[in-house]
């Protein structure tokens, strides 16, 4: 890829990686697992962690901010994001999503959706659900 002889490994694969980066490379992975908890007349929140990584699963040296939104089915329940637009440190941040104190019933869906932007204006997303189950 490029010639570094002499570098120390660790700023070597941090300047490859870099370069994936600026290539767009790129991918949003939400790293925790999707719940289906019991519906609820309560106010639940989650925190999501997320990594920017490479197609190879390496973590893109980026900071800066992504963007997240939500979206649910609820008839009665309204969801929201901590953030619309949580930090990035080195590849990582997290963003919590909420639900109002309603009737969340079975089978009602709340999504919240991670989204960078990559330079070439190619939108990466991944997404983390909850699905309330009966």
């Not at 939400?30 to 999501?48: F, G, H, M, Q, R």
């Not at 900071?63 to 990582?92: C, F, H, L, Q, R």
């Amino acid at each position: 890829m490029i010639d570094l002889l002499g570098v120390q490994p660790e700023v070597k694969e941090y300047i490859q990686v870099q370069a994936k980066l600026n290539a767009g490379d790129t991918a949003v992975v939400v790293k925790t697992p999707v719940v289906t908890p019991e519906p609820t007349a309560a106010i639940w929140s989650y925190l999501v962690n997320f990594e920017l990584q490479t197609a190879a699963g390496e973590i893109l040296p980026f900071t800066g901010n992504v963007a997240s939104s939500i979206a649910d089915d609820s008839s009665a329940g309204t969801a929201a994001t901590s953030d619309e637009t949580p930090a990035v440190v080195m590849g990582k941040g997290s963003v919590t999503i909420s639900g109002d104190a309603a009737a969340w019933l079975d089978t009602d869906v709340a999504t919240l959706t991670v989204t960078y932007t990559n330079a070439f204006a190619v939108a990466k997303t991944d997404t983390f659900t909850v699905t309330f189950t009966a």
